[in-house]
């Protein structure tokens, strides 16, 4: 910020120096142009709480002003010729003449401002603080302390009236000035924003009685006062309480104009609204009329097409039944074919063969999978096109009940009048809604629906048509596949029935065979047995031999004669064992043999009564060629 002039006595040594504040980016005139407030430091000892703008420790303390405006700018202590106290920080008095100095702001109160320490005393005795104020203002040049003031302030010198130069918004900080010395005492006075210095004095009322001050210019900007006490209650200086008045007058006079002007505005636009409001009335009668009939005309179309829909669904219903039955009956034609093949699937190892009765069945089942994949998409086509009549209709018959509501209210709307009785206020009518077509959309929407439902009529009747030459050729091809597998196992069985015969005479021939082995082997047995004497007495007369002591045990003749009989003799024994075990080898092939043929014998048993007495049962129930067509 720019500095403030210099004083009349020339150049100041202890100039105050304030630091530059950051201007924000969305600033008025007012603020650009207000009083600059100067940064001040503040004691050690000071509170959380404080406000930096008030450079106090509280409400509780006095201000500490011992510290400099701005850092770095810090001025020495020195001693005042005319006082005998030292200086303490701040802006020290001008000593080069007897004029009070003029370094601090005028409009403002220099103790609240931090630019005059506590305790600064002007002249070398002490005064108070009433007769301070009156001394200052009688030495001081009147000129001289106006152009400081002005100047202070951010206006021109009463001598050079520039009205571009003034401030176009008054505030408390830069009043306007007047020499209307006549105003009420309720209204601002011109002293108002003059400054004052505080009492100082310490007595039982003053303003320190507390430890505190009262009230003070700044109260305003930080939005801080402070605590009423049973001590004082003076919260507000005169100023502010005369500012005050003048702000509620000027509001009063402000709301009677308005109110002057809104009085004649409202009279003229009654008149013409009631004036345009009869003419719209009129003229919205007329569009109702012609939009009722046009709705009418319109509705009767969706009766006559809705008719035709009726008629159509009520056929496709009946295909729809048909189809049903057929696929009741194939169904039933499918369980047959299906437990013929499971029900020879039971048969048992090597009759479990792909034969010619097996490949008939399942062509069977095959071309009955395929008539039911051709029913069911027939069916599904059939329901598709039942959906597509039901949609078609009730589209319609949708269009033509928005209709019918329609014409009833538009009837009702074109009967209403200025004295009909059930007149309401509807708040949430006046809007124009989202769904809301144009006259265009809404009859193309109507033509398109009857359209839409006759097309459909038409592709409903071809699929009837189609339905039916669908199911007469199901049943033909049904009924010849069936005829083919049904001579298949009449052969199949007629050859099993052989089979079984041959087997039950191979089986006797067998147990025959198993009763000889028997025999064999038993013989076998005794005659190893009668062996084991002999070899024992071999191995005894060895054995004793070994006995002998030293030299005596003679690898002689005899004991060479013993060997030759022991191997003599285990190779009879063995060649006896051999024939016992190929014997037993034999007779275990036979057995295997005849389980074969009583398991073979089983089997084809089993397959007879497959085929004869459940697979030719189950086909007795095959259904009859009109069964097939669903009738």
């Known amino acids: 910020m720019a500095e403030y002039p210099p004083r009349s006595c020339g150049p100041c040594p202890?100039?105050?120096?304030?630091?530059?504040?950051?201007?924000?980016?969305?600033?008025?005139?007012?603020?650009?142009?207000t009083i600059p407030k100067p940064d001040i430091s503040y004691n050690e000892k000071s509170?959380?709480?404080?406000?930096?703008?008030?450079?106090?420790?509280?409400?509780?303390?006095?201000?500490?002003?011992?510290?400099?405006?701005?850092?770095?700018?810090?001025?020495?202590?020195?001693?005042?010729?005319?006082?005998?106290?030292?200086?303490?920080?701040?802006?020290?008095?001008?000593?080069?003449?007897?004029?009070?100095?003029?370094?601090?702001?005028?409009?403002?109160?220099?103790?609240?401002?931090?630019?005059?320490?506590?305790?600064f005393q002007i002249c070398k005795e002490k005064r108070e603080q009433d007769k301070l104020l009156k001394s200052y203002l009688k030495e001081s040049d009147p000129a001289v302390t106006a152009q400081a003031m002005y100047a202070a302030v951010g206006r021109s010198h009463p001598s050079h009236p520039d009205p571009s130069t003034k401030v176009p918004v008054p505030s408390e900080h830069r009043p306007e000035p007047t020499d209307d010395s006549s105003l009420p005492c309720y209204?601002?006075?011109?002293?108002?924003?003059?400054?004052?210095?505080?009492?100082?004095?310490m007595g039982p009322v003053g303003p320190w009685a507390t430890g505190r001050v009262d009230w003070g210019p700044l109260s305003g900007l930080t939005g801080i006062r402070p605590i009423v006490d049973k001590y004082?209650?003076?919260?507000?200086?005169?100023?502010?309480?005369?500012?005050?008045?003048?702000?509620?007058?000027?509001?009063?006079?402000?709301?009677?104009?308005?109110?002057?002007?809104?009085?004649?505005?409202?009279?003229?636009?009654?008149?013409?609204?009631?004036?345009?409001?009869?003419?719209?009335?009129?003229?919205?009668?007329?569009?109702?009329?012609?939009?009722?009939?046009?709705?009418?005309?319109w509705k009767c179309e969706a009766e006559r097409a809705i008719e035709a829909a009726t008629e159509e669904l009520y056929f496709m219903e009946n295909d729809r039944h048909r189809l049903r039955e057929a696929f009741?009956?194939?169904?039933?034609?499918?369980?047959?074919?299906?437990?013929?093949?499971?029900?020879?699937?039971?048969?048992?190892?090597?009759?479990?063969?792909?034969?010619?009765?097996?490949?008939?069945?399942?062509?069977?089942?095959?071309?009955?999978?395929?008539?039911?994949?051709?029913?069911?998409?027939?069916?599904?086509?059939?329901?598709?096109?039942?959906?597509?009549?039901k949609t078609a209709k009730g589209r319609l018959e949708y269009d033509w009940s928005d209709k019918l509501v329609a014409h009833e209210i538009d009837s009702t709307n074109m009967a209403l009048n200025t004295r009909s009785t059930i007149l309401m206020f509807k708040p949430g009518a006046v809007r124009f809604s989202d769904e809301q077509s144009t006259p265009e959309f809404w009859e193309h929407f109507i033509r398109e629906t009857v359209i839409a439902g006759e097309a459909t009529r038409q592709r409903s009747a071809t699929l009837r048509n189609t339905v039916n030459n669908i199911l007469l050729n199901a049943a033909r091809d049904l009924r010849s596949q069936a005829d083919r597998a049904e001579t298949a196992l009449a052969k199949r069985i007629a050859c099993n029935r052989e089979m079984l015969n041959r087997l039950e005479n191979e089986l006797k021939t067998v147990l025959r065979r198993i009763a000889e082995i028997e025999n064999l082997k038993d013989a076998l047995k005794i005659g190893l047995r009668r062996l084991d004497?002999?070899?024992?007495?071999?191995?005894?007369?060895?054995?004793?031999?070994?006995?002998?002591?030293r030299v005596e045990n003679c690898?002689?003749?005899?004991?060479?004669?013993?060997?030759?009989?022991?191997?003599?003799?285990?190779?009879?024994?063995?060649?006896?064992?051999?024939q016992l075990n190929q014997a037993r080898d034999s007779l275990a092939q036979l057995v295997k043999v005849r389980q074969d043929l009583e398991r073979e014998i089983l089997i084809k048993r089993k397959t007879l009564e497959i085929d004869c007495e459940r697979t030719s049962r189950f086909r007795s129930f095959y259904p009859s060629a009109s069964a097939l067509t669903g009738r």
């Open 47 to 119: 509170r959380v709480h404080d406000s930096p703008a008030l450079a106090t420790t509280g409400s509780s303390f006095q201000p500490d002003l011992k510290t400099d405006p701005v850092p770095g700018k810090e001025v020495k202590l020195t001693k005042i010729k005319k006082m005998d106290e030292e200086f303490m920080g701040g802006i020290p008095p001008c000593h080069m003449n007897n004029e009070p100095p003029i370094c601090c702001l005028p409009g403002a109160d220099p103790v609240q401002r931090g630019l005059i320490p506590k305790g």
């Open 328 to 389: 009741n009956v194939l169904n039933l034609q499918k369980s047959i074919a299906g437990e013929c093949l499971d029900r020879r699937t039971s048969r048992i190892d090597t009759d479990l063969v792909r034969d010619e009765v097996e490949d008939e069945l399942i062509r069977e089942v095959t071309l009955i999978n395929e008539v039911r994949e051709l029913l069911t998409r027939t069916l599904k086509d059939v329901d598709k096109q039942i959906m597509e009549d």
């Open 232 to 297: 004082s209650i003076a919260r507000y200086s005169e100023g502010e309480w005369r500012g005050h008045n003048k702000k509620t007058l000027d509001g009063t006079l402000l709301e009677l104009h308005r109110a002057n002007l809104i009085d004649w505005n409202g009279r003229q636009c009654l008149q013409q609204t009631f004036a345009d409001a009869d003419k719209n009335q009129e003229d919205n009668t007329k569009r109702l009329q012609q939009r009722e009939l046009e709705i009418h005309r």
């Open 533 to 549: 004497i002999p070899v024992k007495k071999a191995q005894t007369r060895l054995d004793n031999r070994m006995k002998r002591p």
């Open 14 to 33: 202890h100039l105050a120096h304030f630091a530059a504040k950051e201007e924000p980016k969305n600033k008025d005139w007012l603020s650009t142009n």
């Open 555 to 578: 690898r002689d003749a005899v004991h060479f004669g013993l060997m030759e009989e022991c191997k003599t003799l285990g190779e009879g024994v063995a060649a006896v064992t051999a």
């Open 187 to 201: 209204l601002p006075q011109p002293q108002d924003s003059i400054a004052h210095v505080m009492e100082e004095s």
